[in-house]
């Protein structure tokens, strides 16, 4: 005899189906166009507008890894370049939305009080080191740079 309970059953689990199923949708949803409307409506126009944020999104990223050896934040402009594609391009936004999770991550492992001990000691031991390397020079060569030092 069925007393109705299968059907509350088999509702229950496809609605719990459709929320997880809407829940990876919303996660998962296709990438849209942050051009305007008027933009998208027009295919050359759109091609012309892709092909400029990828030229500006270049450029960006060029003087961030500039910027890795030269004086400024090359990492935040790399990124920053990485978001400007990640406008129009579903690669770049799967590449930052993976890039925005691994960094989670790392902040989340360097709040670990054991991580955050051994980090502790290790910049101390280096500290001691370098110390103990500038002291070994001065008490060697005095105050005096090495390449106006005079060999003998």
Known sequence: M???SDRETNESAAESTADS????AAEEAPHV???PDFIKARRGLHLSWQVG???VGLAVIGAGIAMLVLPGPGWVAIFAGLAIWATEFAWAHLALRWTKRKVSEAAQ?????KVR???????????VIAGVLIG???WKYGLQLPWNHEVK
Do not use: E
């Open 109 to 113: 492992k360097a709040l670990d009080p």
């Open 21 to 24: 199923a809407a829940g990876s």
């Open 117 to 127: 001990r051994r980090n502790i000691i290790l910049t101390s031991v280096g500290l």
């Open 53 to 55: 944020v990828f030229v």
């Open 136 to 138: 070994f020079y001065l």
């Open 2 to 4: 069925n007393t109705g």
């Open 33 to 35: 166009s942050k051009a």
